[in-house]
């Protein structure tokens, strides 16, 4: 896997698109976009928009030829709800979120943000209002001050301070040899990859995207380091549109929706209790990670 720094869209297996540094906040008026003016503008350059309503419609897609990957996926989300991509092996879910980004456009139906087809969004638009938290944390040779703000290089120091506290990763840092200044990265202090996945999570506050993308962020960690995360993860998600996709099923309990996914459908939809309920993949699944057995990749629908 290539390692890009976060801020780009590096799902796996997807190409990478550059995120811009203007137009990326919008809580400050910081912003180059101008908003408002245009159809289909998600970045007000002047005040916060409120997080997205996102619709998938009957989306069809295939990477090559015959064989499709999404069919007829449908999926509403309401503005401010998380959603679990929870499902095999191969089942689709990165897929879903490139489609969300853009990287692909599907081959049938339509993926829309507060009703409008991505299609007809600017990418400077679309690439502004989403932040993508990914599997590695690339720390540059540089303070930690400047890795952090790197979510978005306008934001002030105290912008940076705040949003390492909302990391939860301040105090951690307050105890490095320089404090802020302490140089991180390969030539510098190596962290742990419990506090490379805050340096991900505060670049993600600084930036304050409104909607959030989550590809398996706790995926190297221990389940401790892993939970601690998650509580960072969500208060991250408070106020945003955020997707996640998670493979132990622990971490994504909370969210107000989980879609349990197998050959590019949608299953199962509910929350945590709803599916537990309903006692079917989801509930199979759950029982057999927490009886230690993955199930996870037998994930065959039961009915
Ligand atoms: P995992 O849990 O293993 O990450 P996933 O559910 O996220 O799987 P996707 O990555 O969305 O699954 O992949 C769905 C299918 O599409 C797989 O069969 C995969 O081989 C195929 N696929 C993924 N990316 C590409 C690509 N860039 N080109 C061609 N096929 C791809």
């Known amino acids: 896997k290539t390692m890009l720094p976060e801020g ?3 799902l796996p297996g997807s190409i990478a698109v550059e995120v811009p540094t203007v137009g990326a906040y919008n809580g400050n008026g910081a912003s180059g976009n101008g908003a408002g003016h245009e159809t289909g503008v998600l970045v007000n350059g002047n005040k916060a928009l409120p997080p997205p309503a996102i619709e998938f419609n009957n989306v069809t897609f295939g990477y090559s030829g015959e064989r499709k990957v999404l069919q007829g996926f449908n999926l509403k989300v309401k503005p401010g709800q998380s959603v679990a991509l929870v499902g095999g092996s191969g089942s ?4 879903v979120l490139r489609l969300l980004a853009r990287l ?7 993926v829309t943000i507060d009703g409008i087809d991505v299609r007809d969004l600017r990418h400077e638009s679309l690439r502004g209002a989403i932040g993508v938290v990914p599997q590695d944390t690339v720390l540059f040779n540089a303070s930690v001050m400047d890795n952090i703000r790197y979510g978005r290089p306008g934001a002030s120091d105290e912008e940076v301070i705040a949003a390492s506290k909302m990391a939860q990763l301040h105090h951690s840092i307050l105890r490095m040899p320089e404090a802020y200044d302490t140089m991180v990265g390969e030539r510098g202090l190596k962290l742990s990859g419990g ?4 340096v991900a999570i505060a670049r993600t506050f600084v930036r304050a995207p409104r909607l959030l993308i ?8 221990d389940t401790n380091t892993e939970q601690e995360i998650m509580s960072s993860l969500s208060r991250l998600a408070e106020g945003r549109t955020s997707f996640f996709v998670a493979h132990r099923l622990s971490t994504i ?6 879609c349990v996914m197998a050959d590019g459908r949608i299953i199962e939809q509910g929350s945590h209790e709803e599916l537990m309920g309903l006692g079917r993949t989801y509930r199979d699944m759950w029982m057999g990670q927490a009886a230690g057995k993955d199930l996870y990749d037998k994930c065959i629908p039961v009915y």
């Open 8 to 10: 780009t869209l590096n």
């Open 104 to 110: 692909y456009d599907p081959t049938e139906g339509n």
């Open 253 to 258: 309990v909370d969210c107000d929706v989980i």
């Open 214 to 221: 989550c590809d398996e962020a706790t995926s190297a960690l």
């Open 92 to 95: 689709g879910k990165s897929t």
């Open 195 to 198: 506090e490379k996945q805050r």
